[in-house]
């Protein structure tokens, strides 16, 4: 990652949709000077397969210029992008690089931390889950609170990184 906001913060683009072509036609128009990464959630509102949300990853991964981070947030699309699922792409896709995961399954997380190839990061999407995910193998999180709170957020996961738990869950509650 060598373009980011004043050398410090990578930049990563939100495109995503319940529509694949409509997606892949913004990718091609989109502007990636200084990005990245991509962000994609999974499809919302029409609940596609496992075999769908693969397809359409890897469509997604096959159009974008730059590397792709899956979006899992099922209590708002309404699907779940399946560890088993999260696992192929991992493996199939080398531009999937990363999810963000927030079903809140953490018997999923684990499978999917303990499968995954080793250059593939499972990101919290949840930020009351950031520490125990990190705990287990995690990268890290992609906060909301840290809009709010970004030095108590961006210390809280630096200790959590360096296995300082006692520090880490200080600032957690």
């Known amino acids: 990652v060598t373009d980011t906001v004043g050398g410090r913060i990578p930049v990563v683009v939100g495109i995503g949709g319940n529509n694949t072509q409509e997606i892949i036609d913004s990718i091609n128009h989109f502007d990636f000077t200084c990005t990245n990464a991509i962000l994609s959630v999974a499809p919302y509102y029409n609940k596609p397969s496992q075999q769908g949300l693969y397809l359409h990853f890897k469509a997604l991964a096959t159009a974008s210029p730059v590397p792709v981070i899956l979006y899992n947030v099922p209590g708002r699309t309404g699907s779940n992008i399946s560890a088993d699922t999260t696992i192929k792409l991992a493996h199939e896709c080398k531009s999937i690089v990363a999810i963000k995961e927030a079903s809140g399954n953490m018997a999923q997380i684990m499978q999917i931390i303990k499968q995954k190839p080793k ?14 995910i990190i705990a287990m193998g995690g990268a890290g999180v992609i906060s909301v609170m840290a809009n709010a709170y970004p030095k ?19 600032l957690h509650y």
């Open 119 to 132: 250059d593939f990061q499972l990101i919290s999407g949840d930020d009351a889950l950031a520490v125990p």
């Open 152 to 170: 108590e957020l961006t210390e809280m996961v630096n200790h959590a990184l360096k296995g300082d738990f006692t520090k880490a869950n200080l």
